[in-house]
T-cell receptor
Framework: DAGVTQSPTHLIKTRGQQVTLRCSPK?????VSWYQQALGQGPQFIFQ???????QRGNFPDRFSGHQFPNYSSELNVNALLLGDSALYLC???????????FGQGTRLTVV | AQSVTQLGSHVSVSEGALVLLRCNYS??????LFWYVQYPNQGLQLLLKYTSAATLVKGINGFEAEFKKSETSFHLTKPSAHMRDAAEYFCAVSVRQAGTALIFGKGTTLSVSS
């Protein structure tokens, strides 16, 4: 079992650019949640996808959007990148919204 | 609304000493509470969770936590620290028993010296 896998592990983008991060959930899981973890902070909930729809959303601007595919994998898109978007982005998967979430190792995004 | 406050951004203990990491929560509904550990350059691993079945919760690696409603606390303890316990620890709250859509504290870095 590969667990939750995220790609890429690191990337560097320029202010104003757009970025797409990817997440493959743990085998058997159908729900994906995304978190942003700024340096020295705890993770902050961005949104959750279940049955290819955004089910819950945290306090993030519309520049943050996502998608879930029929195979349950997910993408996080961030438009018009700001320096403050630099963070570790964590993906967590679960079976439905009422089972334990397992976290991936994250994607480290640096905006310069 | 829910929130979590972790008291002390950095805790240092000697190997073999008691570990105590403090967490206080605020919730308008009965909370589900969690402790996660994060090792450098890794994701989060669940240590234990409170889901109202028992107030004293035992987790992995010898950690345990006690839910105290009167104090709105969920402190994490371990009787004897090991070097391998050095990591970042996060307390989190959720309205869901499973712990999805978690609200995390800012974390406490645990250092263990020999």
């Amino acid at each position: 079992d590969a667990g939750v896998t995220q790609s890429p592990t690191h990337l560097i983008k320029t202010r104003g650019q757009q970025v797409t991060l990817r997440c493959s959930p743990k085998s058997g899981h159908d729900t994906v949640s995304w978190y942003q973890q700024a340096l020295g902070q705890g993770p902050q909930f961005i949104f959750q996808y279940y049955e290819e729809e955004e089910r819950q959303r945290g306090n993030f601007p519309d520049r943050f959007s996502g998608h879930q595919f029929p195979n349950y994998s997910s993408e996080l898109n961030v438009n018009a990148l700001l320096l403050g978007d630099s963070a570790l982005y964590l993906c967590a998967s679960s079976l439905g919204v009422n089972t334990e979430a397992f976290f991936g190792q994250g994607t480290r995004l640096t905006v310069v | 609304a829910q929130s979590v406050t972790q008291l002390g951004s950095h805790v240092s203990v000697s190997e073999g000493a008691l570990v105590l990491l403090r967490c206080n929560y605020s919730s308008s509904v009965p909370p589900y509470l969690f402790w996660y550990v994060q090792y450098p350059n890794q994701g989060l691993q669940l240590l234990l969770k409170y889901t109202s079945a028992a107030t004293l919760v035992k987790g992995i690696n010898g950690f345990e936590a006690e839910f105290k409603k009167s104090e709105t606390s969920f402190h994490l303890t371990k009787p004897s620290a090991h070097m391998r316990d050095a990591a970042e620890y996060f307390c989190a709250v959720s309205v869901r028993q499973a712990g999805t859509a978690l609200i995390f504290g800012k974390g406490t870095t645990l250092s263990v010296s020999s």
